[in-house]
């Protein structure tokens, strides 16, 4: 094994398998943790897309909430699901199914198509820049978790995050967007092993059989993210599980971590060394 895939590995926490159904339970009990480590929250928040990770970390929170209510007898805790389009997405369908296997105690539905545009808007006509399409999409994602936030403030909640193990080796999200999170139920996982854990949960293999894609640029719809990052996630799968990958993918799986690095870690201070 590579030297540089050891230390992935090691510090993903990736393990190379897993009992499905003992994983669901550990990360149902986490979040009950973190729920009875911090009594003040009494509800959840997460963004719904429609697709494997959102719907995963959705249906494992309603869990973890269906049994602190029964186990506290507290009637106040909830899980928050929020669908977040830009105008009409070209995935809603994915996302109403997502929602009807969740089965979240409460839904908000906020389109950020004007809040986004009038900020691109308001660069261009006051200060004279143009945005473009793939910064625009980060800012979908942005605006996206400003959103969440600002529900989360409303409800004593704390906002979910969907990163796992195959998208954080790649860095493939929007730093302070959909990277931004008080809890990540997924973290270690990857990809065969959300959708594992999707298959124990009973989900319906659409669910979890959607070709992943980000769909934030406009100019560029639905691009596939295996597209985008150059690696299938079956190679990336195999490179966390400790399995060997061809020359081309391990460099290029590498290069994405190297090059991402920065969205991995905390605000950088003078005294931080991993940069230098």
Known sequence: MRQLQKEIISKLNVQ?????????????????????????????????????????????????????????????????????????????EDAKKALEFIQADRTFVVNIKSSVDSLVNEFKENSNLTIDDFNKGNIKARIRMVTQYGIAGEFKGAVLGTDHAAENVTGFFTKFGDGAADILPLSGLNKRQGRQLLQVLGADESLYLKVPTADLEEDKPMVADEVALGVTYEAIDDYLEGKEVSETQAKTIEGWYLKTQHKRHLPITKDDTFWK
Do not use: H
């Not at 003040?40 to 909430?65: K, M, P, Y």
């Open 16 to 92: 190379p398998m897993i009992q499905p159904k003992e994983e669901l339970r550990t990360r149902v009990d986490f979040i009950k943790d973190y729920l009875k480590k911090y009594p003040f929250i009494e509800s959840l928040v997460l963004g719904i897309s429609g697709g494997q990770d959102s719907t995963l970390a959705g249906r494992i929170a309603q869990i973890a909430i269906n049994e602190m209510r029964e186990e506290t007898g507290n009637e106040a805790y909830q899980f928050i699901a929020v669908r977040l389009p830009y105008g009409e997405q070209n995935d809603e």
